[in-house]
């Protein structure tokens, strides 16, 4: 065995299948009143406290070996300060209880306190003018580096297309369980949008949907949407979208009240048919406390009675008029048509869509759609990017 592999052998293993190996190593360990002073040989210094680091410990006994999910149970104060000692560059804590606790210098140098947080999940990013969606190819999709380019898309734009797929039925759901098990609703795993006889629903009909997100009259609304279009030889039919966080930035600036009636007033969304009766009361607005938005839940045909103090009603009304004519101004919406073996996915809780009517006789109209979990994108990311 050659000195550089006896080396390695002896890293501290944290349990941890992202990569932390290539960190610099420790230069000095010293221990100080208020924890243990580390400093790395690029000259980054931190100090943790002694509870952080007997609570990170990653042996056996404190890190499941199999689950790698966390044992010990941080409760006492670490009152008998440990020995220090550095291996190799790695950290070495030998507790006054004989518990024994080795740290990687990497894996600490990517969790000190003074590190910014960095992660292969992008933040939302609002649309600007002339948005272009990114398109991946679907064969390329089926390969790490498009799908990676997709999801990133997806978690930063909230719209992205694969194009060029096969037109076979359930490629959407093939799609979709690449990335994760399909979230089901009272319309199934797996939906076929296209006009029906006895519709419970306005886009199994041939009407032009206006912007839209989908079961807002759930507490939680499905996250992303696939729809993959097998055919679309009917006259309309456009596919409409507009990006919630822009338009939120939007009605912010031009009339801040109006924004705040919207995000404070919960108001009723409900469903009904024969065997369901669906329904939720939340703002068409959810921003957070810096002011991003959460969420939007805007339906006007599942909008359920208005259900406020009767002094609040007009200026509710004409908070949602302006919020609903700025979300289908022109400046706003993104319009295209899709074509059989395009698949469009958007964040539903992020970015409306809506369609243009159809004339169901002048030729077919067949999409098949389903939903997915923001977790699960944000999770294929992250397993994709431990081979970077
Ligand atoms: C839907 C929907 C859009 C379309 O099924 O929820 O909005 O293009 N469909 O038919
Ligand atoms: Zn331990
Ligand atoms: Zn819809």
Redesign the pocket.
Known sequence: MTATTTKQSQAPEMGELSPYQTGPALTQATLVQTGVALEWQDGQQSTLPLLWLRDHCACQACRHPQTRERLYLPLEPITEPPSVALLEGHLHLNWQDGHVSAFHSGWLYQRRPESKLVSSVPNAKPWKDNFTPECVRHDDFLKPQGEKAWLTAMLRDGLALITDGPLVEEEVSRLAERIGPQRATNFGAR?D?RSKPNPNNA?YTAVG?PL?I?LPNWRHPPDI?L?YCLQNGASG?E?LFADGARVVEALRQQDPKALAILSETPIDFRFQDESHDISMRAPVVTLDSAGNLVEMRLNNWIRDALHLPVEQMDAWYSAYALLWRLFHSEAHQLEFT?RPGQMVAFDNRRVL???REFDPNSGARH?Q?TYLDRDMLASRLRVLARQD
Do not use: C, E, K, Y
Request: hydrophobic share 45%; proline share 0%; glycine share 18%.
């Open positions: 939906f949008v886009a949907l839209h989908d949407q729809l039919g596919s899709l869509h809506g369609r999409l759609g």
